[in-house]
């Protein structure tokens, strides 16, 4: 059965006193209260009976933490309080929740994504429909490389936005007014793209305030949050700047996406200025790459954010630049984004990749191997590395002005030299390096290369160049 994502809307305003009071049962029994933390995923899928209490304990420690709450380990009031309040019906995990990891595991293929308004509300004219569904799409497209286009056909929709009620066709009946708002599905997902909310809701135009005692809900805010589920975003903690908590901010004027939520959709789509579409054969067009990688098969690929290129004698493959994930496994893509560097051992045929204080060791299949990543600190070398290259079975490691050996059998560094006694000419501040099919070492800064003589020891004369004009049109 496909995996719903349900969406509950949380009201963070201040209820005045003419407002209706929310009550709550906090007689109900600890069934109850359990069959709720299954249901959102503080246990693992198919655990029946909870005989220990212990097990119990900790569980309840983990979502209070979760959800931004004093940990008691107990079924407290405002533990309880905290399950009544309206939420996103996606199970919370039982991984590491501390982490903002935003990949859900899948994402769509390509960053220009249409949308059609389906079915429609009684509450609203289709004219505030639109509106508020816009504003929500331009709170992704406006801080990502993602573009949107509405279309007037259901077939032709990557996305499908509709009003519907009760049982209607997902396995995901809605329950009436309050509770369960809304839900999609991921973009992995046979249904993915599909987001349904509730009509048995009352739904309020985009400058409406949700009302405080929450039974009116502004299209928009469930909207944003439904199309975060749509892209790949999973949930973060309470704690976080997010809109993808389970406890979802209310609307306010000049609503802007959260800086946690900007990273994460940069992170999986890039930042605005949709790379697949750029030609970098255009006179003027600049890119500058994080790490280059003579790789396995003698391919040449070029590294920029969650991109890759890969360059063969004429120029540029053709079907390229193409996703991180095509390459390494998809749920690492996140997490390699904005390398370091990279290099290929010519001795073993391991691949390292390097960023901030760790480094990650793959096979030549680019699967990731046992027991990485590692901090950086255990090799002796530093972090944030500038590039990598291999030269003559010798790994190479660049960080400012000074040149580190590594010794991959000890995987330890082995010396370490000045680069300009080293690489006379080359300059400091790399982006990547790496030794080529002919034999020679290119060094990349910016927009331009450098090439290295190893018979004269330096840099051949005439150098740098720009990289556009010598690797990616030739």
Request: with cysteine.
């Amino acid at each position: 059965m496909d995996n719903v994502i349900v969406i509950f809307i949380t009201v963070l305003l201040t209820i005045n006193c003419s407002a209706l009071p929310i009550t709550y049962d906090y007689e109900a029994t600890e069934n109850h209260h359990v069959e709720y933390l299954k249901e959102f995923g503080w246990f693992e899928e198919g655990t029946d009976d909870i005989d220990d209490d212990v097990d119990l304990s900790l569980k309840i420690e983990e979502f209070q933490e979760f959800a931004g709450l004093e940990v008691t380990g107990t079924f407290d009031e405002p533990t309880i309080e905290k399950m009544h309040a309206p939420r996103c019906g996606v199970p919370d995990e039982v991984t590491d929740r501390r982490r903002r990891d935003t990949f859900q595991g899948s994402m769509w293929e390509q960053t220009s994504l249409t949308y059609y308004i389906g079915n429609l509300t009684t509450d609203l004219e289709f004219s505030q429909i639109k509106e508020g569904i816009e504003y929500a799409v331009r709170l992704w497209s406006d801080n990502s490389a993602l573009m949107f286009t509405e279309v007037d056909r259901r077939a032709d929709a990557d996305i499908k936005f509709d009003f519907v009620m009760k049982r209607h066709g997902d396995e995901r009946d809605f329950d009436g007014p309050g509770k369960v708002l809304a839900h999609a599905f991921f973009p992995n997902e046979e249904k993915r793209g599909q987001t349904h909310f509730d009509e048995d809701e009352t739904w309020l135009a985009l400058t409406e305030q949700n009302d405080p005692i929450g039974t009116k809900y502004n299209v928009m805010i469930v909207a944003a949050h439904e199309i975060g589920h749509v892209l790949g975003l999973k949930h973060t903690s309470a704690n976080t700047d997010s809109l993808m908590k389970p406890w979802p901010v209310g609307y306010h004027d000049n609503f802007h996406l959260p800086s946690d939520d900007v990273t994460a959709i940069q992170t999986l789509y890039g930042k605005p200025g949709n790379m697949l579409n750029v030609d970098l054969c255009s006179r003027g067009t600049k890119v500058q790459f994080d790490a280059v990688l003579q790789g396995p098969q003698q391919r040449t690929l070029f590294f920029s954010d969650i991109y890759y290129w890969e360059i063969i004698s004429t120029g540029i493959k053709q079907g390229h630049p193409k996703f991180l994930f095509d390459l390494f496994p998809s749920h690492m893509a996140e997490q390699l984004a904005g390398m370091d560097a990279i290099v290929m051992s010519s001795k073993t045929h391991k691949i390292y990749v390097f960023k901030g204080d760790v480094f990650w060791r793959f096979d030549s299949n680019f699967e990731l191997d046992a027991n990485y990543p590692k901090l950086i600190i255990e090799t002796r070398l530093p972090d944030h590395v500038d590039a990598a290259f291999e030269k003559d079975g010798q790994i190479y490691i660049v960080r400012k002005k000074k040149v580190f050996l590594f010794d991959e059998e000890e995987q330890k560094s082995s010396q370490v030299r000045k680069l300009k006694n080293v690489f006379t000419g080359v300059p400091k501040g790399l982006n990547a390096a790496l030794t080529w099919t002919n034999g020679h070492s290119y060094f990349f800064k910016k927009d331009k290369y450098y090439k290295f003589d190893e018979d004269l020891g330096k840099v051949v004369d005439g150098y740098p160049k720009p990289i556009r004009g010598y690797w990616f049109c030739l």
